[in-house]
C-alpha cells in the first residue's frame, strides 16, 4: 500500500476509546493539515498512547489519483486521497511530492503503475484461457501486443499503436468469426470475453490521448480480475509487479528485464 508521511502530533483524548489524536502531514507547498482520529486507526502495535513522547511518525494508507508537473518543481507532484482507512475529509485529494510517500506490504492493484496493472491483467487473462483450454491466434497475437507496450519508446509509438487487428474494432463490431468460434468452443459466452478483451485494451488504450487517470486504468484491471474471478481463476496479486509504482511514474518505465520477469509469473 502507498503511505503518506505525517505525524502524530498530540493525544487528546481517552474517551472515546481507545482515545483520539491529532495527525499532520505537510502538501507540496508546505500547508499543513490536521485531522482528528481514533489511535487505532493510525498505529496497530501501540507506539500512540498517552504516555508516548510527541511528535511520533507515522505512514498514513493513500490512494493515487494523478500526477501533474508545474514550474516549480523538477518531479512529478502526486494526488492523493486519505480513503484507504477513512482519514481526512471524504473526497478530498491532497497534492504531495514524491518524498512524502512511501509503500509498504501488502500490495494493492492501485499502488501500481499502468503498465504493471496491465502485466497483472494479462498474466489473469493468460490463466483464465489456459484453464479453460481457448487457444485462439487473435488473442495470442492481442497479448503480444499489449505487452510489447512496456517498452515503446516515442519513435516506435506510431508502429506499435495499430499493430494489432482487434485494436481496430469498433465497440459495434463482432468478434472475428474464427475468435468467436474458438470461443464458444471452449465452453464460454462471447459476449463476456469480449467485455474482458475490451477492458484489458482498455488499461492502456484509455490514458494514451489525455490525462491520465487512475481510477479508469484501475476500473479497467479490476473487470478482468472480476471476470476470471467469476470463472473460478485465481488472479495474479499486485506483488510480484511492485517494482513500478504509480508514485514514481504513472505510465510505468520498466526495464526490458522487468517486463521479462513479468511474463513469467505464473
Same mark, same amino acid.
Not at 503518506?4 to 502530533?9: A, N, P
Not at 497479448?143 to 519508446?153: D, I, N, P, S
Given at each position: ?21 491529532? /495527525? ?14 481514533? %489511535?487505532?486507526?493510525?498505529? %496497530? ?14 505512514? /498514513? ?10 514550474? +516549480?518543481?523538477?518531479?512529478? /507532484? ?7 482507512? *477513512?482519514?481526512?475529509?471524504?473526497? =478530498?485529494?491532497? %497534492? ?44 495470442? !497475437? ?21 499493430? $494489432? ?11 472475428? !468469426? ?8 471452449? *465452453? ?7 467485455? =474482458? /478483451? $475490451? !477492458? ?63 511474463? +513469467?509469473?505464473?
Amino acid at each position: 500500500m502507498i503511505l503518506l508521511r505525517g505525524l502524530v502530533t498530540r493525544w487528546l483524548t481517552d474517551d472515546p476509546q481507545p482515545g483520539l489524536v491529532e /495527525i499532520q502531514f505537510d502538501d507540496v507547498d508546505g500547508r499543513a493539515h490536521r485531522f482528528v482520529e481514533k %489511535s487505532a486507526v493510525i498505529d %496497530s502495535v501501540g507506539a500512540v498512547h498517552p504516555g508516548a513522547d510527541y511528535p511520533i511518525a507515522i505512514g /498514513i494508507a493513500c490512494r493515487p489519483h494523478d500526477q501533474r508537473y508545474r514550474p +516549480d518543481k523538477d518531479d512529478p /507532484i502526486n494526488s492523493v486521497d486519505l480513503s484507504p482507512w *477513512g482519514v481526512g475529509d471524504e473526497g =478530498a485529494l491532497y %497534492s504531495v511530492d514524491r518524498e512524502a510517500l512511501a509503500w509498504a506490504p501488502p500490495a494493492t492493484y492501485s499502488d501500481l503503475s499502468v503498465v504493471a496493472r496491465q502485466a497483472v491483467a494479462l498474466v489473469t487473462f493468460r490463466r483464465w484461457r489456459a484453464t479453460v483450454g481457448l487457444v485462439a491466434p487473435e488473442l495470442d !497475437a492481442l497479448e503480444q501486443h499489449l505487452w510489447r507496450f512496456a517498452t515503446v519508446v516515442p519513435e516506435t509509438f506510431d508502429a506499435w499503436y495499430e499493430a $494489432d487487428g482487434l485494436m481496430t474494432l469498433e465497440p459495434s463490431d463482432p468478434l472475428p !468469426a474464427r475468435l468467436r468460434g474458438a470461443i464458444e468452443s471452449a *465452453g464460454s459466452d462471447p459476449g463476456h470475453v469480449r467485455s =474482458a /478483451i $475490451d !477492458a484489458l485494451v482498455e488499461i492502456t488504450y484509455g490514458g494514451l490521448f489525455g490525462g491520465i487517470q487512475s481510477g479508469s486504468s484501475l476500473e479497467q484491471l479490476n473487470t478482468v480480475v472480476e471476470f476470471a474471478a467469476r470463472q473460478g481463476i485465481t488472479p495474479a496479486p499486485a506483488d510480484p509487479f511492485i517494482d513500478s509504482l504509480w508514485i514514481d511514474d504513472d505510465w510505468g518505465r520498466p526495464s526490458a528485464t522487468l517486463v521479462s520477469q513479468w511474463r +513469467d509469473v505464473d
